[in-house]
């Protein structure tokens, strides 16, 4: 497992269509991190969006300033089964549609749909790091699928805020594929890894109006 942060904007190319949210509620503004299904929708984790949410913007760049430009967001929905108080992270998944195209140079990758996960995983996310939300992909191992709840278990211990709804890739061969986003971490007596919403199993949902 590795940490490949904080290179040359160029090199995240195959992999921008991982982006930075800012979600304003009433305590502040916080950041997430999300993935682009298609030019105008975006999946990230649906605790991202919970709460007294006034505002969120998506921006495209590699760092976050809040100078920069960003896309303008025209609504937003978390999954139908998640509830924060007594669901904990099951079905951690939230979409938001966009009031605008992305731009056209955003690398789209389709949803994994097969059972074994067979290929290399990068989790990408824009979490608080050295003080900056800076786009940082981890190269995590695969740990196993809780089928029940449609989760993929990774061996990943370098999650920070801001990570929350980053995408995980999965590469076999030559091709890309979207599985998972991330949703939290396992403290546990099992050991510390991650808790990903295998996006597979909320397709339907992802993409219907």
Known sequence: MSVLGFADPQSWEDFNSSLLIEVTRTKGVFTCTGVAVTPE??????????????????????????????????????????HP??????????????????????KIYPIYKEKEVLGTLYRF????????NLRTVITPTFRKIIKDEHVV?????????????????????????LLAVHSTLS???????????????????????
């Open 41 to 82: 929708l975006i999946v990230t984790a649906a605790h991202c969006l919970d709460g007294d949410v006034k505002k969120i913007r998506i921006f495209t760049q590699s760092s976050y300033n809040p100078n920069n430009p960003s896309i303008a967001v025209k609504s937003f929905k978390t999954h139908p089964d998640y």
């Open 85 to 106: 108080k007594d669901s904990r992270y099951n079905s951690d998944v939230g979409k938001i549609y966009l009031a605008e195209k992305l731009p056209s140079n955003i």
């Open 125 to 132: 996310g824009f979490g608080m790091r050295e003080k900056k």
């Open 153 to 177: 278990e990774l061996n990943d211990t370098y999650s920070f805020s801001g990570d929350s709804g980053g995408p995980i890739y999965l590469k076999q061969g030559p091709s890309y594929y």
């Open 187 to 209: 403290f546990g007596p099992e050991g510390r890894f991650s808790y990903n919403p295998l996006l597979a199993s909320y397709h339907s949902w992802i993409f219907e109006n």
